[in-house]
């Protein structure tokens, strides 16, 4: 008979290396919040708010930055096996803000 395959442990840069990724991914999320929220504002709220755009501009550019840097270190924070289908979630969703955002800044 034989033993069971043991799963191996992870090492300890693969540890830290998830730990960094949620670090960066935690960052990049409250970045990209943040520009969110800057965009829409400028773009719904009242004029004296934002009266020359830069909000919604910037907003929306810095805002498209981070949530791409979000959408590639999220799945490094989980296991290999699930990293593929993360990726295809994170980046679908990276697309879904970037069609926004745009949208936002084309119909001011």
């Given at each position: 008979?034989?033993?069971?395959?043991?799963?191996?442990q992870a090492s300890t840069a693969a540890k830290v290396g998830r730990v960094l990724a949620v670090l960066v991914?935690?960052?990049?999320?409250?970045?990209?919040?943040l520009c969110a929220w800057v965009a829409v504002g400028?773009?719904?709220?009242?004029v004296v708010r934002d009266p020359h755009g830069y909000g919604l501009l910037f907003g929306s550019f810095l805002?498209?930055?981070?949530?791409?840097?979000?959408?590639?270190?999220?799945?490094?924070?989980f296991s290999g096996r699930r990293r593929r289908r993360l990726y295809i979630a994170t980046v679908s969703g990276f697309l879904a803000v970037l069609v926004l955002l745009v949208a936002l800044v084309a119909t001011n």
């Open positions: 008979m034989t033993a069971p395959e043991s799963r191996p991914s935690a960052g990049a999320g409250a970045a990209f919040l400028s773009r719904f709220g009242p805002g498209i930055c981070a949530a791409f840097v979000l959408a590639m270190a999220l799945p490094l924070a």
